[in-house]
């Protein structure tokens, strides 16, 4: 059988799906955790690279009291990772950085977006709105690999207890572990790792639209087929 270009255009309304403009919409929970958990961790990562000044005694450590608990909690954070030139806090902070600064990046696309937007289009308490093309894109990409490196990075802190015999942690009481240790960490594996499931699922997706306009412009093109 040879499939016609006059006879493509019925075929393709009947047997390819009805494809859709792909687009980002910014999550407001996303963004709110972003407004939360960034100026925390730029308290953190100044604080391991401000040591020892900003350790308990420190010059600068009234900003940072709360880590006079904190570092009697995890010894990672403690005089004597500090005094020993343990590398890992410095190299997990480092990496806060890079992360911090595609998070920011991300902030910046979707605040800044200026694409048309269409009628009756909802416009979020952070200002954020469905994005479109390139822009929704860089976007997606900019919210998606900073999300990854921190869910990772997470796993790997707390697989280093886990696997290490708890010999920064396994000195505190389980009440004093659950409320000073796991609840405090345990957002930094939880919300990135449900936003990786979320840019996947829109790259996906995007993936799936631009496969089926390219299968729908094949056929109207006139590509044949002979059985």
């Not at 996303?30 to 958990?37: K, Q």
């Amino acid at each position: 059988m040879v499939v016609t270009r006059s006879s493509a255009a019925s075929i393709t309304a009947r047997s390819l799906p009805q494809t859709k403009t792909w687009s980002h919409t910014p999550s407001p929970l996303f963004l709110l955790w972003l407004c939360i958990s960034l100026p925390l961790v730029m308290w953190d990562f100044t604080y391991v690279f401000l040591r020892p000044h900003s350790m308990p005694g420190g010059k600068w450590h009234l900003p940072w009291t709360p880590y006079s608990i904190y570092c009697e909690v995890d010894l990672v954070y403690g005089f004597k990772h500090y005094e020993d030139g343990e590398g890992f806090n410095p190299a997990q902070s480092t990496l806060n950085i890079l992360e911090t600064a595609m998070y920011l990046y991300y902030l910046y696309l979707v605040r800044n977006y200026r694409g048309v937007q269409k009628k009756g289009e909802h416009v979020g308490i952070f200002g954020e709105r469905k994005m479109y093309g390139k822009d929704a894109a860089k976007a997606v990409l900019w919210g998606l690999v900073p999300c990854v490196a921190t869910f990772w990075k997470t796993v790997l802190y707390w697989l280093q207890e886990i696997l290490g015999q708890y010999k920064n942690i396994g000195h505190n009481s389980p009440n004093v572990l659950f409320w000073f240790w796991i609840v405090p960490n345990s957002p930094w594996m939880i919300l990135p790792g449900y936003m990786i499931y979320i840019f996947g699922k829109e790259i996906v997706d995007g993936l799936a639209i631009a496969s089926m306009e390219a299968e729908s412009n094949g056929i109207a093109n006139g590509v044949t087929k002979e059985e």
